[in-house]
């Protein structure tokens, strides 16, 4: 079946520092990817998404690009800032699937002043 | 729009009783979605429904769990009799359509279940 695999937290960074989150995944179709955002207290909401093999999504300043040749869709940011600290869900949507949305475990993300 | 809104936001309660959780969803949303959230298992969908109509409930942990959307603006995850291993965040998504890529889910803020 589908499944998303991501590092392990949690990431604790300084402020400016470089982020990246590695995501992959395994699908039986031609699956969309996204990246969601969990805010301290809240609920998820979408960060970026993919819905094709060699797009880029972008938000906020994340970035990730579907790489479908390495399963993967890894979520950057140059210059990371106190607020981006959440916890980040790679997802995938598998059209071969009924488009259930499948969830990763989750990074959680801190960062310093 | 005032996004999906569930109540409580937290709840309580003794080990056998029962939790009744609610969500709107946000209007014209044909999709609803139920998740648990907890360290040990992450994210877990529960059940969703499509224009009120349950779809796949195999997520649903066992017979204690009910869930119903008798209207397209509200849905109700039950547990009778709680227990303890029942702690954890309940999510309600909803999302207009499910074509590939479309697929964008809203969440609530969550409702924070704890069972003494």
């Known amino acids: 079946g589908d499944s998303v695999t991501q590092m392990e937290g949690p990431v604790t960074l300084s402020e400016e520092a470089f982020l990246t989150i590695n995501c992959t995944y395994t699908?039986?179709?031609?699956?969309?990817l996204f990246w969601y955002v969990q805010y301290p207290g809240e609920g998820l909401q979408l960060l970026l998404k993919a819905t094709k093999a060699d797009d880029k999504g972008s938000n906020k300043g994340f970035e990730a690009t579907y790489r479908k040749e390495t399963t993967s869709f890894h979520l950057e940011k140059g210059s990371v800032q106190v607020s981006d600290s959440a916890v980040y869900f790679c997802?995938?949507?598998?059209?071969?699937?009924?488009?259930?949305?499948?969830f990763g475990g989750g990074t959680r993300v801190l960062v310093k002043p | 729009d005032a996004g999906v809104i569930q109540s409580p936001r937290h709840e309580v309660t003794e080990m056998g009783q029962e939790v009744t959780l609610r969500c709107k969803p946000i209007?014209?949303?044909?999709?609803l979605f139920w998740y648990r959230q907890t360290m040990m298992r992450g994210l877990e969908l529960l059940i969703y429904f499509n224009n009120n109509v349950p779809i796949d409930d195999s997520g649903m942990p066992e017979d204690r769990f009910s869930a119903k959307m008798p209207n397209a603006s509200f849905s109700t995850l039950k547990i009778q009799p709680s227990e303890p291993r029942d702690s954890a965040v309940y999510f309600c998504?909803?999302?207009?359509?499910?074509?590939?890529?479309?697929?964008?889910?809203?969440f609530g803020a969550g409702s924070r279940l704890t069972v003494l």
């Open positions: 699908a039986t179709g031609y699956p969309s």
């Open positions: 209007s014209g949303h044909d999709y």
């Open positions: 998504a909803s999302c207009r359509d499910r074509v590939s890529g479309a697929n964008v889910l809203t």
């Open positions: 997802a995938l949507s598998d059209q071969a699937a009924g488009n259930k949305l499948t």
